[in-house]
């Protein structure tokens, strides 16, 4: 059984026609870098309104704004500083929190807190593509492909088959290979 599943995985169809790219709160594109990526240092992010990096909690920035700076900050490798922000948001129960807590775990080393904060993810928003997508590349580190194929039939079920999500852990369970960000 397990050799049909694996082997119904690494026949799926990969689409060559776009791009993959970072994903988070439906956008298929890589942040923009920013001050907050290019300027600041350390848990900090640029306040427009001061024109300078300041801390999270003293910034001006609403969650969906500390949200694209934790996507920014992860994008670029710096996983601490994106936690750091993330502490600043207000609904840490909130999805897409929980998604890159589990996100910045896993690229520290720390893939059973990851799996984790993958799961509260899922248990807040089932639908939760990217929890799911990353989840799923967790899976392909650890070697369980079988597992993460499991998250991406969720994934195309739930009307994600086209989605960076579903594209980039489609990838991850043919090659072996996760996505850094």
Do not use: H
């Not at 001050?35 to 920035?61: A, I």
């Not at 710096?78 to 897409?96: F, I, N, T």
């Amino acid at each position: 059984m397990r050799v049909t599943l694996l082997a119904a995985a690494l026949t799926l169809p990969l689409s060559v026609a776009a791009p993959l790219y970072a994903a988070g709160s439906g956008n298929d594109t890589a942040p923009t870098p920013t001050q907050t990526s290019k300027d600041c240092k350390g848990v900090r992010v640029w306040d427009e309104e001061k024109q300078r990096c300041v801390k999270p909690k003293e910034s001006r920035l609403d969650d969906d704004q500390l949200y694209q700076a934790v996507r920014e900050l992860a994008y670029a490798g710096r996983y601490e500083d994106a936690q750091g922000v993330m502490d600043a948001m207000s609904d840490q129960s909130d999805d897409r929190v929980l998604t890159y807590r589990g996100f910045t775990a896993r690229k520290l080393g720390q893939i059973d807190v990851a799996m984790v904060f993958y799961q509260k993810a899922l248990d807040a928003n089932p639908d939760n593509l990217l929890a799911r997508s990353y989840m799923g590349q967790g899976l392909v580190a650890q070697g369980d492909r079988v597992a993460a194929l499991t998250q991406l039939r969720e994934i195309n079920a739930r009307g994600g088959a086209d989605t960076w999500a579903a594209k980039s852990l489609r990838t991850a369970i043919e090659t072996g290979v996760t996505y850094n960000y």
